[in-house]
Structure formats: structure tokens, C-alpha cells
């Protein structure tokens, strides 16, 4: 099965992905595939957040800032996979630091290929993504770009995902499939 859950910044998009993941693992191995590359305390605030908010579910944390499949070098296919996020995973390919934060739309491109690839060579995967490219402002070149690209990878996902789901303030609306914890 695959899932795709997407919505507002803390609106419960994690703590749903990690009950509906430990649900599909049904006591077996599943994986906390962490993406975010910290740049500083609020990002280093929020990692810690995610480690206590899934501390004692039984997660093995595999830590993946792009090329998800490689991921699949230390755990086991057959597992259940939580990718959180989509987000951090399309910036991070789409502004890589070795090429000191300059935009690379083939790297992002790449991110999304190999996304959907992913969910073709899991068990499981529960993909989550942050919603925000819906308003209308208009911000900088490079903002618009990674709002752009991660709108076509989330695109993307939920067309390939069984089951899409959208949170807002902890209302879950079931786009696609169905939702069974």
C-alpha cells in the first residue's frame, strides 16, 4: 500500500503517518526515513520534536537527505517506509549544498523519478508533504521554483499513491482510497 498525506505545517500530518505506518507494520519492521537537513536551532527544535513524538513506536530512523532508494542499501523492502517529508527531500535536491545552495531543477526532477520509483520497490511507503504552494503571493524566483517543483512531485505521488490524504487542523479528508487505522 502507499500513502500520500499532505497539509499545512503543524496541522497533524506526522503523528498520523506514524500511527497509520506502525499500523501497517503490524509489529514488523518499519522505518522512519528522515529527510531534513538541519540549518540551525528551529530546524534542529523541530527534529527533535519528531524524535520524542515517535519515541517508543519502534522506528528504526534511516536518515536520507535525497536519493531515497539508497535507503534501501540498510533497510529491508518488505518493511513500512514514513518519508517526512516530501518537502525537505525536494529542497534538499533541489538546492544541494555542495553546489552551495545554487537551484538545480534536474537535481529536483531526479527527487521526484526517484520517489515514485521507490514506492514501486516497497512493501509500504507512507509519503508526507507540506502544502505550500496554495496561496496566491508572489515570492522570489527561487521560492517560486521550489514551490513549483514540489507541487508536481506531490502531484506526482498522490496520482501513483492508493490512498491520499489531506489534514487540516486534525481533520483528515480522504481524497483517494481509504484511510483504516
Do not use: W
Amino acid at each position: 500500500m502507499t500513502f500520500f498525506i499532505s497539509g499545512g505545517a503543524k496541522n497533524g500530518k506526522s503523528s498520523l503517518a506514524q500511527d497509520l505506518t506502525v499500523a501497517l507494520a503490524n509489529g514488523g519492521k518499519h522505518y522512519y526515513v528522515a529527510t531534513m537537513i538541519s540549518t540551525g536551532a528551529e530546524d534542529d527544535d523541530r527534529i527533535r520534536r519528531h524524535i520524542e513524538d515517535r519515541d517508543g513506536m519502534g522506528f528504526e530512523t534511516v536518515e536520507c537527505f535525497r536519493n531515497i532508494l539508497d535507503c534501501l542499501d540498510v533497510a529491508d523492502p518488505d518493511g513500512v517506509f514514513l518519508v517526512d517529508s516530501v518537502t525537505a527531500m525536494v529542497q534538499n535536491a533541489l538546492f544541494p549544498v555542495e553546489k552551495n545552495y545554487e537551484m538545480d531543477l534536474a537535481g529536483a526532477a531526479r527527487c521526484g523519478d526517484e520517489l515514485v520509483e521507490f514506492a514501486k520497490k516497497v512493501r509500504h511507503v507512507v509519503y508526507v508533504s507540506d502544502y505550500i504552494y496554495s496561496d496566491a503571493e508572489r515570492y522570489s524566483e527561487s521560492t517560486e521554483s521550489y514551490r513549483k517543483a514540489l507541487a508536481d512531485i506531490d502531484r506526482r505521488l498522490a496520482g501513483i499513491c492508493d490512498t491520499v490524504v489531506e489534514v487540516s487542523a486534525g481533520q483528515y479528508f480522504v481524497h483517494k482510497g481509504e484511510l483504516r487505522l
